[in-house]
């Protein structure tokens, strides 16, 4: 096996130097409680201070809307069950999507149980939410709009202006998990009309375990976590200081580095794309063709398991996946894919290669080359491509 190439980014992303070098003296030398008076105590308070204020700069909002949690899945939990608690004598209706990352699905599920309902909306065959749809939903008791900025296993990116105006309108909360847009795409909050945003370190470059949920300052919702004072009430539990540090340094970088960073990983995947669906027959992208995250490109290739083309690129050494991180080791083919309007059989067969600033050409032309000639030996040893060729030859 030759080196490594890593195209799971949307899993998670190498921790960058800098990023760990800003956490080792929260480790070690400035390692008291940020509830502290003292000053090592005093310094991690303002660690997570400059954090807050730096990660508040990149979305246009005020440092006391960023509260800091264990990551997106937390921050997903947290915006919706706390404002379904909070609203309920408002309404009981909620809004979302099918393709949500299952944070937001397995909590609605949890909500549905509690005697709340949840309409679930419809997308294209490019994975891009029916805005005509999600409006005509809307009843007299909706509280909440929560629709993901960018979908994390197809990278189509949502019309979240026009579903943040739909929300203004009438006068409802609108959440967007951005966990996998943030730190890859602009977001201005205000101009978005976002009233709570959810976001996680580890996607970009920056620890895991470390989160935030942006809360407009108008919205009142209850604590998360009750215990201490500590994120001004709202969610008790010292302060990941080392991880809150890192994932100041990381939003730092990735907003200056982002235009430069968008065009590099751009041209990398539009190669990927081109090549795949070019050189391999049978095969389609998933999602939006130009209207997905820079970095990431999804296929389905007919007449293969998708489960032995990843088996067979890790013993290649190419690190790829399925599709969510969190249903690694499901059977279920996709329900992103699925609500697409795949069959199970071309859902089965999926491929998510997710692309970083490191990623190579060379890389790319080895990761194209090395599909190619593992799907054409999946498909010889496949009943179903037998059957196919033979049918078409007749």
Known sequence: MGKLIYLDNAATTKTSPSVVEAMLPYFSEYYGNASGIYSIGV??????????????????????????????????????????EALREKGNHIITTKIEHHAILHTCEYLQKQGFAVTYINVDENGLVKTEELEQAIRPETI???VMFANNEIGTIQ?????????????ILFHTDAVQAYGQKPIRVDDLNIAMLSASAHKLNGPKGVGFLYIRRDVRIRSFIHGGAQERKRRA?????PGIAGFGQAAAEAAETMEKRAAYETRLRNELIDRILKEIPYSRLNGHRTRRLPNNANFSFQFVEGESLLIM???????????????????DPS?????????????HGSLRLT??????????ATTVETIKRIVARLRSM?????????RRSS
Not at 237 to 241: D, H, Q, S
Not at 382 to 390: G, K, L, N, V, W
Request: proline fraction near 4%; glycine fraction near 10%; include cysteine.
């Open 144 to 146: 909440l709009i929560s």
């Open 237 to 241: 539990g010292t302060e990941n200081v």
């Open 159 to 171: 019309p979240i202006r026009e579903i943040g105006a739909i929300a203004k309108k009438h006068g």
């Open 313 to 331: 690129l890790d013993m290649e050494g190419i690190c790829a996946s399925s599709g969510s991180a969190c249903t690694s080791g499901s059977l």
């Open 335 to 347: 329900h992103v894919l699925l609500a697409l309007g795949l069959p199970d059989e071309i859902a």
């Open 355 to 364: 692309l970083s600033a490191e990623t190579t050409g060379e890389e790319i």
């Open 43 to 84: 310094k991690s308070r303002e660690a997570v201070s400059k954090s807050r204020e730096v990660i508040a700069s990149t979305l246009g909002a005020k440092p006391e809307e960023i509260y800091f949690t264990a990551g997106g899945s937390e921050s997903d939990n947290w915006a919706l069950k706390a404002t379904a």
């Open 382 to 390: 496949s009943p179903q491509y037998e059957d196919f060729c033979r």
